[in-house]
Structure formats: structure tokens, C-alpha cells
């Protein structure tokens, strides 16, 4: 069977030639001298700008002198609360990078946009998104709901959590095609992410799309439900021992 990353951790790629921005509220702004990364292509103005999963938020505060550090200086201004600002580096950096080079840049960017809105895209727009890294599910296939519902079980059996917590958990579903299990290739598979940040864990499950057999689970720390809870119990603990 092949490698393959959680849906929590596939990276991103693709840009828009025009945008069509989806906030009507004011999202604060950092200073004029700061800016926030979290991870990827992109800096950005809003320290909570949806481009970003919520998984890795809060961002991280940076300069905007180091931008010309090497750790930064390959990103590039958000398309989303830098508009403005990512049109005139495309502008620029037209006459540094080759065109392959940007129009790769302006596909990753697209598809960063189109992933503000992860929770409602379909099989058919990740199979749009990423050609060939994605499949569709047919009618020879078990649907998502029932694959969900294995999914739940086999968490609730496997790693002891209570079904009805398990039922509760924020789950993403995703099929991948042309994978290889026991020997046979050409396979297709759902993969069931349960990413809630709640819990103190993450968890995966593969199963063939054909019968709903599971072929593999994943289990992963929740490091911002853990870093919460010693931080609350530290909190606590100061507390306690001020009125002693």
C-alpha cells in the first residue's frame, strides 16, 4: 500500500487572476511593521486570515526586515488579505522568475483560496484541484456516509474512545485512486480524517472504497488541545497557591 499523508497534512498549491474576496466584516490588522506567517507559501496582514487552517493558527509574528532573511524570502504577499499587494509581486517578480515558475505560483495560490472553504468541497473539486492525487467514488462504491460510520466504529474499537464522543469528533473524507493493496493495484480508498481540535487526538482511517474494509489507521497528539490544558493547569496551579 502507498505512503499517503493525512487530509490534516496535505500541503496546498495553485492563484486566481481575479479575485472574488467572501468577508464582509473588518478582520483586524497587524502594525505596519508586522506581519504573520503560519507555515506555507505566504505572510499575511490578518492574524487570523482564512487562508490559514485552524490547525495552525495562532500565527506566528514576524518583521517585515525579515523578509530578506533567508527563512523568508522565497514567501510571497497573501492573495487573500493582501490583494493589492500580491498582484504587484506578481508584477515584479515576472522579471526574476521564469513563467513556469509563476504560473505554478498562481495555481497554488487558487487552490489556497479554494480551500477557505475545505469543509464544503466535493470529491469532484479535490479531483479538479489535484488531477490525479484525488478520485471520485462511483456507484460500484460504498457512499461517504457509510464509510464515516466505519470509520467511527474503528476508532471507537481500536483507540478506546467512547462512540458517541467519536460520532461528535469534526471528521473530513477524501478518495485517492490508483492505490495498491495486497498485491492488487488500481485500487481506490477513502480516507477519514477526525481532526477536532477538542480532542486531545487526531486520527485516520483508510478503508477500500468497494467493500469498506480498513486498511489502515493513523493516530496523532493534538498538540494545541495539550499545550491548552498544561497551560490552564499551570494557570490553576498559580492561582491556587496565591490564596494559600
Known amino acids: 500500500m502507498r505512503k499517503k499523508v493525512a487530509p490534516f497534512l496535505l500541503a496546498i498549491g495553485?492563484?486566481?487572476?481575479?479575485?472574488?474576496?467572501?468577508?464582509?466584516?473588518?478582520?483586524?490588522?497587524?502594525?505596519?511593521?508586522?506581519?504573520?506567517?503560519?507555515?506555507?507559501?505566504?505572510?499575511?496582514?490578518?492574524?487570523?486570515?482564512?487562508?490559514?487552517?485552524?490547525?495552525?493558527?495562532?500565527m506566528?509574528?514576524?518583521?517585515?526586515?525579515?523578509?530578506?532573511?533567508?527563512?523568508?524570502?522565497?514567501?510571497?504577499?497573501?492573495?487573500?488579505?493582501?490583494?493589492?499587494?500580491?498582484?504587484?509581486?506578481?508584477?515584479e517578480m515576472a522579471y526574476v522568475y521564469p513563467e513556469e515558475e509563476i504560473a505554478l505560483n498562481?495555481?497554488?495560490?487558487?487552490?489556497?483560496?479554494?480551500?477557505?472553504?475545505?469543509?464544503?468541497?466535493?470529491?469532484?473539486?479535490?479531483?479538479e484541484l489535484c488531477p490525479g492525487s484525488y478520485g471520485i467514488p462511483d456507484e460500484n462504491?460504498?457512499?461517504?456516509?457509510?464509510?464515516?460510520?466505519?470509520?467511527?466504529?474503528k476508532i471507537a474499537s481500536e483507540y478506546g474512545v467512547d462512540i458517541d464522543v467519536a460520532l461528535r469528533l469534526k471528521n473530513s473524507?477524501?478518495?485517492?485512486?490508483?492505490?495498491?493493496?495486497?498485491?492488487?493495484?488500481?485500487?481506490?480508498?477513502y480516507?477519514?480524517?477526525?481532526?477536532?481540535?477538542?480532542?486531545p487526538y487526531f486520527y485516520d482511517v483508510e478503508l477500500l472504497t468497494s467493500t469498506g474494509e480498513v486498511i489502515d489507521t493513523q493516530i496523532m497528539k493534538n498538540l494545541k488541545y495539550n499545550e491548552a490544558r498544561g497551560c490552564c493547569k499551570t494557570a490553576q496551579q498559580k492561582s491556587e497557591r496565591s490564596h494559600n
Do not use: W
Not at 174 to 183: D, M, S
Not at 191 to 199: A, E, N, P
Open 106 to 127: 498562481r495555481h497554488n495560490d487558487y487552490i489556497a483560496l479554494r480551500l477557505m472553504d475545505r469543509d464544503n468541497l466535493t470529491f469532484e473539486d479535490s479531483a
Open 173 to 189: 473524507i477524501l478518495c485517492f485512486p490508483n492505490i495498491e493493496y495486497n498485491g492488487v493495484d488500481g485500487l481506490k480508498s
Open 60 to 91: 506566528r509574528t514576524i518583521e517585515k526586515a525579515m523578509l530578506s532573511d533567508e527563512k523568508y524570502e522565497r514567501l510571497r504577499p497573501c492573495m487573500h488579505c493582501m490583494q493589492l499587494e500580491s498582484e504587484a509581486y506578481y508584477v
Open 141 to 153: 462504491d460504498i457512499s461517504s456516509e457509510e464509510a464515516i460510520r466505519i470509520a467511527v466504529e
Open 14 to 58: 495553485i492563484m486566481l487572476t481575479v479575485f472574488t474576496p467572501g468577508f464582509t466584516e473588518e478582520m483586524p490588522l497587524a502594525p505596519s511593521d508586522q506581519l504573520f506567517f503560519g507555515g506555507g507559501f505566504y505572510y499575511h496582514v490578518e492574524p487570523e486570515c482564512p487562508v490559514i487552517d485552524e490547525l495552525h493558527l495562532p
Open 191 to 199: 480516507s477519514v480524517g477526525f481532526t477536532d481540535l477538542s480532542h
